[in-house]
């Protein structure tokens, strides 16, 4: 690195390491929520990749050599073009003065020289820049809060918005399972219902026996017992004859009471809600 003397900035040379390799070849192509890909790491650099194998997820870091370097406010077209526009610090925009993404993806597995992970946001051809484990115990900040997206929500396609909180609750839960598209399912009518974003601080849960779905409810809404938005529905003492879960703000409240337990994920996530539950407003 060369300072440049009198002004305090730096110039800095970056090496790239690597190389992604999917199946998208054009930034317009790629899902919101990434893809999956391979990342082939240069010769000269796969020693650096021991240890990696233990880590269920890596933070990767590309080069974005397609975005415009010249932008500093945007819109986040992909989820809406009419919302308003923000400084790109505030987004996750690829246009950027410096374009450099980071994504947390899940590997699946090494292959010599190649890793294999999902959730990768970047077309084919990429750079890649950097490799890093995801630490769990650092780098998931649980009670962390962003702005309100009760408006971008409202703008956002229902079928985008779906999978938004099956990434969120699979990001904790861990798994695909029924519990947790069940509890999707749950979640989306109570957006419709309450009309805000369910991680706004208003918003509460009382979750039920089914730990999957319990675990899928913390995960969209960020609801906990230090917080006081998280609630218990046990009742170990009463004869319940239906297992119930609930979502609630200051003025309303929907009261979930499974029907049947499908055990198809993709077919609870299409399904007809009035034929997962017993639904009450109050």
């Known amino acids: ?13 970056l090496k790239q390491i690597g190389v992604v390799r999917s199946e998208i070849k054009k930034r ?20 650096a990749l021991s240890g990696i194998d233990g880590n269920s997820h890596v933070i990767l870091l590309c080069w974005l050599h397609e975005a415009d370097r010249n932008v500093l406010k ?14 790109v610090f505030s987004l996750r925009s690829p246009a950027r003065p410096n374009p450099i993404s980071v994504t947390v993806a899940k590997m699946h597995r090494r292959y010599g020289k190649y890793l294999f992970l999902s959730n990768v946001d970047a077309i084919d051809g990429t750079p890649v820049l950097d490799i890093k484990p995801y630490q769990v115990g650092w780098d998931c900040i649980f009670s962390a809060k962003n702005p309100d997206r009760s408006e971008k929500i409202k703008k956002m396609m229902p079928q985008n918005y779906k999978e938004s909180l099956v990434r969120e609750a699979i990001n904790f839960h861990g798994e695909r399972c029924t519990g947790l598209a069940t509890a999707i399912r749950m979640g989306t009518v109570a957006n419709l219902v309450l009309g805000c974003d369910l991680r706004n601080d208003e918003v509460g849960i009382i979750i039920g026996k089914n730990p999957c779905i319990s675990d899928a409810l913390i995960g969209i809404t960020s609801a906990r017992l230090g917080n006081g938005r998280l609630l218990y529905n046990l009742r170990p003492k009463e004869k319940v004859t239906a297992d119930s879960y609930s979502i609630f703000n200051q003025d309303k409240a929907i009261i979930f009471k499974l029907k049947k337990f499908m055990k198809d994920f993709e077919g609870i996530l299409e399904s007809d809600v009035n034929d997962l539950f017993e639904i009450e407003i109050v």
Do not use: C, H
């Not at 893809?35 to 020693?47: L, S, Y």
């Not at 986040?76 to 526009?85: A, G, H, Y």
């Open 1 to 13: 690195m060369v300072i440049l003397a009198g002004l305090n900035r730096w110039t800095m040379e």
């Open 74 to 87: 945007a819109v986040p077209r992909k989820i809406s073009t009419s919302l308003p526009e923000q400084g």
């Open 28 to 47: 317009d192509d790629m899902p919101v929520y990434g893809v999956n890909a391979e990342v082939e790491i240069f010769e000269e650099f796969v020693p």
